[in-house]
């Protein structure tokens, strides 16, 4: 069974803050990708990792790829309010995504 | 243009009583997903479709859930009967190709939160 865990897995920091979510598998994967969930919603795709080693910015966001594809992290610069909600990330392998557990961020203003 | 569309967006009925969720995909997207999330955690697949045809169901519960998308379009989930255990929010998805292309996202539908009572 392929496992992808996050950490942490509840997170409440201040605005301006850094922080930086976890994601980790023993699993290779052929690409990874993180999400943000917003209650209410479905999961938004954020970005998509594909390479070994790969990272990839997305404003405040740095996404980054483990060498060997079984990990991933998340780092936000500077977080702001708006960044508030539940991260996922989720492994890909043939046809299917396996989702990580989930981090819930909370910045408080 | 219309992003995954479900209805209801809650639903809240007693155990043993039936329930279904209904989804439409993007037009387009040939491949369609079930999810289950539970509160704070990631979704889990229950089923995929391709077309009208259920790829990969291994995750499904088929004592009591089904499911259908008899023209390769639209798709229902049912649950009968209902557990308690069964409340959660139920994610539906599609994407155009194959996942393991980086360039085939999955697009989620709002979700349909049941309660059972």
């Known amino acids: 069974t392929q496992l992808l865990e996050q950490s942490p897995q509840f997170l409440s920091i201040q605005e301006g803050e850094n922080l930086t979510v976890y994601c980790n598998s023993s699993?290779?994967?052929?690409?990874l990708q993180w999400y943000r969930q917003e209650p209410g919603e479905g999961p938004v795709l954020l970005v998509t990792?594909?390479?070994?080693?790969e990272v990839k910015k997305l404003k405040r966001l740095t996404f980054q790829f483990g060498d060997a594809r079984k990990d991933s992290s998340l780092h936000i610069t500077a977080a702001q309010p708006g960044d508030t909600g539940l991260y996922l990330c989720a492994g890909a392998n043939t046809d299917k995504l396996i989702f990580g557990t989930g981090t819930r961020l909370q910045v408080f203003p | 243009e219309a992003g995954v569309v479900q209805s209801p967006r809650y639903k809240i009925i007693e155990k043993k009583q039936p329930v279904a969720f209904w989804c439409n995909p993007i037009s387009g997207h040939n491949t369609l997903y079930w999810y289950r999330q539970n509160l704070g955690q990631g979704p889990e697949l229950l089923i995929r479709?391709?077309?009208?045809?259920?790829?990969?169901d291994s995750q499904l519960p088929k004592d009591r859930f089904s499911a259908e998308r008899l023209k390769g379009v639209d798709s229902t989930l049912k649950i009968q009967p209902a557990e308690l255990g069964d409340s959660a929010v139920y994610l539906c998805?599609?994407?155009?190709?194959?996942?393991?292309?980086?360039?085939?996202?999955?697009?989620f539908g709002a979700g349909t939160r049941l309660s059972v009572l």
């Open positions: 699993s290779v994967f052929s690409s």
């Open positions: 990792v594909v390479t070994g080693g």
């Open positions: 998805a599609s994407s155009s190709g194959r996942l393991a292309l980086p360039k085939n996202i999955q697009y």
């Open positions: 479709y391709e077309n009208e045809e259920a790829v990969d």
